[in-house]
């Protein structure tokens, strides 16, 4: 499998800044991404999909502007949430596609004061 | 819409017991079933996964049916232990996304 970490791992910011999180895939070259948001005790969300080299693909629903991605090199993929606000807190996490599996990083808990 | 559904939302059961979990899905396109386990406050891991052309698969103490015809597989934990206490979902792939299972919560009393 693949082994994907996630940094940082937790982090708190004011209502109106911006928060990067980075994804990257350790041991495995990965031209596929992707990035999940979970609120708790609820299922995976898709919200977008991470292309290298090109533009994400977004899913319906997920504005494109708010959380922008970008997947520079095969082992890196970030997602910057903009303009961040209370409702935006929730638990993030990022797979890397290998084959058919996508393996998960560890989750990054982003609350938003 | 959720593309599988899951059941039950938790169980509890004693130390070695057998807790089952059912899924069921309606997309015929679907190739590839991932089981993930996720503890709180971390990422989701692979279990094990199964491909329609198989009934049955077995890593250690975690099983998964598939029956094909009825759209439905499930996973079996024998011997169940307090350390397997975790959210678990099961989900389904067409070789491109995958779609998730609303998750079900375990807990293995000792």
């Known amino acids: 499998g693949a082994v994907v970490s996630q940094h940082p791992s937790r982090v708190i910011c004011k209502s109106g800044t911006s928060v990067k999180i980075e994804c990257r895939s350790l041991d495995f070259q990965a031209t596929t991404m992707f990035w999940y948001r979970q609120f708790p005790k609820k299922s995976l969300m898709l919200m977008a999909t991470s292309n290298e080299g090109s533009k994400a693909t977004y899913e319906q629903g997920v504005e494109k502007d708010k959380f922008l991605i970008n997947h520079a090199s095969l082992t890196l993929s970030t997602l910057t949430v903009t303009s961040a606000h209370p409702e935006d807190s929730s638990f993030y996490i990022c797979s890397v596609k290998v084959t058919d599996t996508q393996y998960f990083g560890p989750g990054t808990r982003l609350t938003v004061l | ?110």
């Open chain 2, 1 to 110: 819409q959720q593309q599988v559904k899951q059941s039950p939302q938790s169980l509890i059961v004693q130390k070695g017991g057998i807790p089952i979990i059912n899924c069921a899905y309606e997309n015929t396109a679907f190739d590839y079933f991932p089981w993930y386990q996720q503890f709180p406050g971390k990422g989701p891991a692979l279990l094990i996964a199964i491909r329609p052309d198989v009934s049955e698969k077995k890593e250690g103490r975690f099983t998964i049916s598939f029956n094909k015809s009825a759209k439905q597989f499930s996973l079996h934990i024998m011997d169940s232990q307090p350390g397997d206490s975790a959210t678990y979902f099961c989900a389904a792939s067409d070789d491109y996304k995958l779609s998730f299972g609303a998750g079900t919560t375990v807990t293995v009393r000792a």
